[in-house]
């Protein structure tokens, strides 16, 4: 039978970089629901977490399929009740490219996983975010000014929109929305965008997990 008094968090994006490192963060505190495409990075992460002497439940789901996200937030409820945090990690790089050139294929797709599917997701995660003192957690990636990050930074600026007016939203109520400013970090994403830079002087995903989250959880 479940716990349902256990501190529960639901990361999506969680099968690398500064999502899997949150899960790894946030398994010491809760029980961690990791969300993501990749079914062997979230093995992966299943492994480090259970070597550190946590739990965890996969979720191997695609975010952009609005039934898949809807089955997984009512299997939440039955079994949890709800959660305690939602950090949204998820995140589509589409090259780099100017922005009389972008490709309306990469762009829809940047579009679908980065901007409709947290359009999708906030309204099916928002009511299992009923326990006291829940949050929820967007993480800002501003490029808006660069050249050659038009769809990317496009997307970003949309989808933390999104983040920035629920936040307003839910002023009066027992739920904190925050939006949060990673550091650098040395990851997939920023490698597509930076190659060739000197990854040593990037902060550590999982050093920027702990940051970000210290005094939140």
């Not at 529960?8 to 949150?22: E, N, Y």
């Not at 809807?70 to 945090?85: F, M, N, T």
């Amino acid at each position: 039978m479940t716990d349902k008094a256990e501190k529960i968090a639901l990361v999506t994006g969680a099968s690398r970089g500064l999502g899997a490192a949150l899960a790894e963060t946030l398994a010491a505190t809760h029980h961690v629901i990791a969300v993501a495409r990749t079914t062997g990075a979230l093995e992966e992460l299943d492994d480090r977490i259970q070597s550190a002497g946590h739990k965890a439940t996969l979720a191997p789901m695609d975010i952009t399929v609005p039934d898949a996200m809807a089955h997984l937030c009512r299997s939440v409820y039955d079994r949890w009740g709800g959660i305690d945090l939602w950090a949204h990690a998820a995140v589509h790089a589409p090259p780099l490219s100017p922005a009389d050139h972008v490709d309306a294929k990469d762009f829809a797709k940047t579009l679908a996983v980065n901007v409709t599917a947290t359009s999708v997701l906030i309204p099916y995660v928002s009511p299992l975010l009923n326990r006291p003192g829940a949050q929820a957690l967007f993480f800002a990636d501003d490029h808006a000014d660069e050249k050659f990050f038009g769809a990317y930074a496009a997307s970003k600026q949309a989808q933390i929109a999104l983040a920035r007016a629920w936040a307003a939203e839910t002023e009066t109520l027992d739920l904190s929305v925050r939006v949060l400013s990673p550091r650098p970090m040395p990851t997939a994403v920023r490698a597509r965008f930076f190659p060739g830079e000197d990854r040593s002087v990037l902060a550590d995903p999982r050093d920027e997990a702990r940051r970000l989250l210290q005094g939140l959880v």
